[in-house]
């Protein structure tokens, strides 16, 4: 079976400071990924998306990047954080387009 | 950009009775998905229901779909203490590269 991987699930951070998010999931191949950010008591907003290794189409501008290292892990990064960077992140995989989309638990960000 | 929005925002029943939210959208979609999240945690899938589907069932879960009206509706039958959770209905279209947009969701609070 399929499982999603997300780490760290929290973070406090100074604002400034670098971050790395990661994702990685199990008992697929080439899925589609995606970064999703939540407000607290909002919906999704999508972040990122990748179709493949190396394959990333960003949704909105902002002060994150993704990569794509491998074929099932997806990592969010940020050099420097902002104070609006703060929230709920959900990595998330889809077998393909048009099918069941599967979040992982998801990572608490801080930024002080 | 969100697609779907949900309604009500909030909802708070008694334990036992039903619970109905409703989810409206802009443009033709080709799949429509609930999805549940608990406080704090990813979200998970409940139904998906395809663009040339009027009704699915799921236990104690009912989801119809009107393409005409753009809505579909999510009915909790004999709700329960644990279905306390937010609501999210998210929509895929062949015009959005069949990227899933979610809703801000609805709040489902249920009283003991």
């Known amino acids: 079976s399929q499982t999603i991987h997300q780490w760290p699930a929290t973070l406090v951070q100074p604002v400034g400071s670098p971050l790395s998010l990661e994702c990685t999931v199990e008992g697929t191949s080439n899925p589609n990924l995606y970064w999703y950010r939540q407000a607290a008591g909002r919906g999704l907003q999508l972040l990122f998306y990748?179709?493949?290794?190396?394959?990333i189409s960003s949704e909105v501008p902002q002060n994150l990047s993704a990569s794509r290292p491998q074929d099932r892990q997806f990592i969010l990064s940020s050099k420097k954080l902002l104070l609006s960077d703060s929230g709920f992140y959900l990595c998330a995989w889809m077998p393909g387009p048009g099918n069941t989309i599967y979040f992982g638990e998801g990572s608490w960000l801080t930024v002080v | 950009s969100q697609q779907g929005e949900e309604d009500p925002q909030a909802l708070s029943i008694q334990e036992g009775e039903n619970a109905t939210m409703n989810c409206s959208y802009k443009t033709s979609i080709n799949n429509l998905q609930w999805y549940r999240q608990n406080s704090g945690r990813g979200l998970v899938h409940l139904i998906l229901i395809r663009s040339n589907e009027r009704e699915k069932h799921s236990g104690r879960l009912r989801v119809t779909l009107d393409t005409s009206k753009k809505s579909s509706s999510l009915l909790i039958t004999a709700s329960r203490a644990a279905d306390t959770a937010s609501y999210f209905c998210?929509?895929?279209?062949?015009?959005?590269?069949?990227?899933?947009?979610f809703g801000a969701g609805t709040t489902v609070t249920v009283r003991a």
């Open positions: 990748s179709v493949g290794i190396g394959q």
């Open positions: 998210a929509t895929d279209s062949k015009y959005n590269d069949y990227k899933l947009s």
